[in-house]
């Protein structure tokens, strides 16, 4: 950065901007910290985040960082690898205000949206033109469009439709002056205009247009010949040798956020193809699967993916696909495409005939979309199966960028292997093998200096070898701070002096992103061995009480690697809280981030007991469970909020409303005893504000109905005598729901497993454990669970099936692992009752043992704790099977959340929460809605809907055993 004299005291400069901007600012410690890091190794705390609402607030936040001395970093999702999101001045973030979708041009097949919006909703709401933007990164549920034309973003299907660049029309930016700019391309009297234009954008244009011409012969030589490069500026795009004509928004698009403020950009869309099909081709070993890249691409597939043995092993032994060859080292996806039904078959036989060598071991076609789902699971297992691998060591971004002349593909994996080998390094490929993109991940520990070695020594020995073969060091991520040290190298001196000239015309003040691709104006450029997350890192985690094996809480939190996506707005449940406010702190990542902070002490003594951090931070997280299966690294953040609310009431003492929600049960128990008694009584106004006053349970919930008799005393009246022992013994698990406030679920539950053929016995069990420890009262939550496994023990040691209605409940007793040494084998044998019904029966004999009425609409709702632990489609599937018209609904939380809904900080968001779901419902317009879950059931309930368990809906529709 351009030299300045020391800042003004920051309370001063941070009001003063507050009052320029529509937007908000944030200068806390725990909200800057949120911004410190993102998918990448290092960590650069910002002073300043600004969320502006306008272009007018971009503007005035880059002339406020501009005549204080401080950067200016544009951010989106926050997903960068390497680092050119994070900043030490002012990070402006795009994702909260700047999101809309300003024109779409069918005719012209165009689209014109901010920086913020997301490329998944972009797509979705180009469907119903039979558009789409085809880019498609990893991360597409979560990515912005700024974000991807500030990297070139790409993606598996780039070897056919290009990448960000190809199809960007133009980019309007705020320039470092604050003067606002669109360029696209122009040619003739348009381009004279623009080189005639005063200030800055005509000073630009004239510097790109005599840069073009002046380096010709540098640019046509020392580019490298790749179909992918996103290292340095596009010279070689922005314009030609002759002068004729000038496209700066090629040279913008990849340029990091160093030249300019994305503001708005104009997109190319591409017709939605109406057929793919797909090819596995296995290969002996990972450098022959590169070697048959190039005679791949004469068949024109839409995508080349590579998978090593490393990925293809996890998938057979963790997903059971014994079709995957033992002897298999390596694979290639191939993916055609076509608008005809006719041609798409003889496109993939094509591909896959090119794709033929002598070290070919199988072939898997793939037609129909369920089949192509099932090998694109394979290759998008590979971040997972890296991620989640157990111990300290992790896969980190740092060669994986590389792209390489698929001419050159195996030489050069075969020499990096080498290196790896050298160093003794595990490591796992897979990527983009049509553009020459592989992403190889050595496993590394940051946290030691001498894998911090490593790290640049594998960097510099890798790099060398990416241009020994003629490659780019970044095919689609960026330079960044891990790469920009290498730009010179790649291009050489020449072009290397012209992208600072580049950068001087832009920003002569060096306010954007400084130090990323070229020198900031003190002649520093990032290094990638400065800055790193886990330097200096000393943190103080509690001693868990839970289990969470040899990483203990700390290494658990750390295992968070920002790849962002927890704020995925799309399908799943994660995170439910950041889809309804946009707001970071509410992401599994927001919450990871801080408790790391937390425990290196940067937030302030005892902070992650403090009252401000579990207010603020852990509380808001409402125990879903979607991180647990979701998040790619496997963080579970309703565990560590269990954990850490036990650390907190082990020094300050348990609530007393916390108490009351653990004792639920109880006192289910107790208003039953009483009812209707009870009914009464908690539906008078003066007792809900009083219960409010004294417990802060929001007076405008309804409470829950006592039932006159409970399930248990339906169950023990009725006697052993109702239906034959014959059958398959099964366990029903009474939750403290079902026995007290629902028992006709329960009825229903029995009724319909006897109807099937199934010896019900529910024994004498008591709370699951969940409410106790969603408040955080784990000492509780093992006495149940102690109490439970004793009970249930027999039962798992002659594998008979635990079998219950509540989602929440089953996965408690699923997760007993966590609380108990030895669970005596009962986590093995809980699951819902859909799920066991639909794995012990077949398809057949299901639809044979129903008669419904098969026009009747069922809106299925299903709860978190069933998709986490993989037991909702079950539901639907049985409906369907049944005879039911089902529509899954296409939401997260409903919102209640168990406790969460009832208190009165939390009543807003909610219902907030649940608004998405009832504007799904009333889309629907279903004859019955079905939920599993008492708390979505009471959600639904306090908006006026009524709802069933889909339990009751199969025990109404089951044929009768005497009937059979």
Not at 278 to 290: C, D, R, S
Not at 854 to 878: D, P
Request: hydrophobic share 35%; glycine share 8%; net charge negative.
């Amino acid at each position: 950065m351009a030299a300045h004299t020391s800042p003004p005291d920051p309370a001063t400069t941070v009001t003063t901007l507050t009052d320029r901007l529509a937007g908000n600012v944030a200068t806390g410690d725990a909200e800057r910290a949120l911004f410190a890091t993102d998918a990448s190794v290092y960590r650069q705390q910002p002073e300043i985040v600004v969320f502006p609402q306008t272009v007018t607030d971009v503007q005035e936040a880059i002339a406020f960082a501009s005549e204080t001395g401080r950067s200016v970093t544009a951010r989106g999702a926050g997903s960068s690898l390497t680092g050119n999101a994070i900043g030490s001045g002012v990070i402006i973030d795009t994702t909260q205000h700047l999101t809309d979708i300003q024109e779409i041009n069918p005719a012209e097949q165009s689209v014109t949206v901010d920086p913020g919006v997301v490329l998944n909703e972009l797509n979705e709401s180009l469907q119903e033109y039979g558009l789409y933007f085809p880019p498609d990164p990893s991360t597409s549920d979560t990515c912005t469009i700024g974000g991807m034309v500030a990297n070139d973003a790409a993606g598996a299907h780039s070897v056919r439709h290009g990448t960000t660049r190809d199809n960007v029309e133009s980019v309007e930016v705020v320039l470092a002056d604050g003067s606002i700019a669109t360029f696209g391309e122009v040619d003739g009297e348009a381009l004279e205009q623009l080189l005639a234009t005063e200030g800055r954008v005509g000073e630009v244009t004239q510097t790109v247009s005599d840069l073009c011409q002046e380096h010709a012969d540098e640019i046509a030589e020392q580019y490298p010949d790749v179909d992918r490069n996103s290292s340095g500026y596009d010279l070689q795009s922005a314009g030609d040798a002759d002068g004729q004509w000038l496209d700066l928004s090629k040279l913008l698009v990849g340029s990091e956020g160093t030249l300019g403020f994305i503001t708005s950009v104009t997109l190319d869309l591409t017709p939605r193809p109406e057929r793919r099909a797909a090819a596995m081709i296995y290969y002996e070993n990972v450098v022959m699967a590169a070697d048959a890249v190039q005679s791949t691409l004469t068949a024109d597939p839409s995508a080349v993916e590579l998978i090593d043995d490393t990925v293809l092993k996890y998938a057979r032994s963790a997903w059971n696909f014994e079709r995957i060859p033992e002897d298999a080292g390596a694979a290639l996806l191939v993916e055609v495409e076509s608008t005809s039904e006719r041609a798409i078959s003889d496109r993939l036989d094509v591909a896959i005939d090119m794709a033929r060598t002598d070290s070919t071991v199988a072939v898997e076609r793939a037609v129909e979309s369920d089949e192509q789902e099932t090998l694109w699971k394979i290759r998008k297992a590979s971040n997972p199966l890296l991620n989640r691998r157990p111990g300290p060591e992790e896969a980190p971004s740092f060669i994986e960028d590389a792209a390489i002349p698929t001419s050159e593909l195996a030489g050069y994996l075969s020499e990096v292997l080498e290196v790896l080998d050298k160093y003794a390094l595990e490591t796992s490929g897979f990527g983009h093998a049509g553009q020459g993109v592989l992403h190889i991940k050595p496993f590394l520990d940051l946290r030691t200096v001498e894998d911090r070695e490593i790290f640049e020594a594998v960097s510099e020995e890798v790099h060398t070898i990416v241009l020994k073969h003629g490659g780019s060091v970044s095919g689609e991520h960026g330079d960044g701070r891990l790469r920009s040290r290498y730009v010179k190298q790649q291009y050489g001196k020449e072009l290397y002096a012209a992208f600072r000239r580049v950068k001087q015309a832009f920003d002569p003040e060096g306010v954007f992103n400084p130090g990323i691709i070229v020198p900031d104006s003190g002649g520093t450029v990032a290094e990638l061995d400065e800055g790193f997350r886990y330097e200096d890192y000393e943190p103080s985690a509690p001693e868990p009480s839970l289990d969470f094996g040899e990483e203990k809480v700390g290494g658990h939190i750390e295992r968070c690697n920002g790849c962002s996506k927890c704020r995925s707005t799309g399908d799943g449940v994660m995170c439910p809280t950041y889809r309804a406010t946009r707001d970071e702190v509410m992401s599994t990542r927001g919450r990871a981030n801080l408790l790391r902070e937390a425990m290196d002490g940067t937030l302030g003594q005892d902070a992650i007991e403090s009252d401000w951090f579990h207010e603020e931070v852990l509380d808001l997280c409402i125990s879903c469970k979607g991180c647990e299966t979701e998040c790619p690294t496997g963080v579970d953040m309703a565990k560590l909020k269990t954990e850490l609310k036990h650390q907190k009431h082990q020094s300050d003492g348990i609530p007393l409303r916390s108490r009351l929600f653990a004792n639920i049960r109880f006192v289910n128990r107790l208003g039953t005893a009483l009812a209707p008694m009870t009914n009464w009584i908690k539906d008078r106004s003066f007792v809900k504000r009083g219960i409010e006053a004294t417990m802060g349970i929001d007076s405008r919930r309804s409470l829950p109905d006592f039932a006159a008799e409970s399930f248990l005393s339906w169950y023990s009246d009725r006697g052993d005598s109702s239906t034959p022992k014959s059958g398959r013994k099964v366990v029903f698990f009474p939750d403290s729901y079902t026995s007290y406030n629902h028992p006709d679920v329960g009825k229903a539950a029995v009724l319909l497993l006897e109807n099937l053929g199934y010896d019900v016995v529910v024994p004498p069990v008591t709370d699951s454990g969940r409410a106790s420890l969603s408040q955080g009262m784990i000492d509780r939550a093992r006495a149940f669970a102690e109490t439970n496994v004793d009970v249930l023990a027999p039962y798992a040691d002659e594998n008979t099936p635990v079998v219950g209605v509540e989602p929440s409940s089953v996965s408690a007793l699923v997760e007993y692992d966590d609380l108990l040494d030895d669970a005596k084998g009962v986590p093995e044998i809980a699951t819902t009752v859909s799920q066991f019904i639909l794995d012990d029966l077949t398809p057949q004999q299901i639809s044979d043992a129903f008669s419904v009425r098969r026009n009747q609409r069922i809106a299925y709702h299903g709860h978190c704790h069933a998709k986490a632990k993989g037991w909702s489609s079950a539901v639907r599937t049985l409906l369907s099977l049944a005879g039911y018209d089902v529509v899954e609904t296409d939401t997260t939380c409903c919102g209640m959340a168990g406790s969460f809904g009832y208190e009165s900080e939390h009543y807003d968001l909610s219902v907030q929460m649940g608004a998405k779901l009832e504007n799904q419902l009333d889309a629907v317009d279903p004859d019955v809605i079905a939920v599993t879950g008492a708390s979505c059931s009471q959600q639904l309930a306090d908006s006026g809907r009524n709802s069933r368990h889909p339990i009751q809906l199969l025990s109404e529709g089951v044929i009768t055993n005497s009937s059979r």
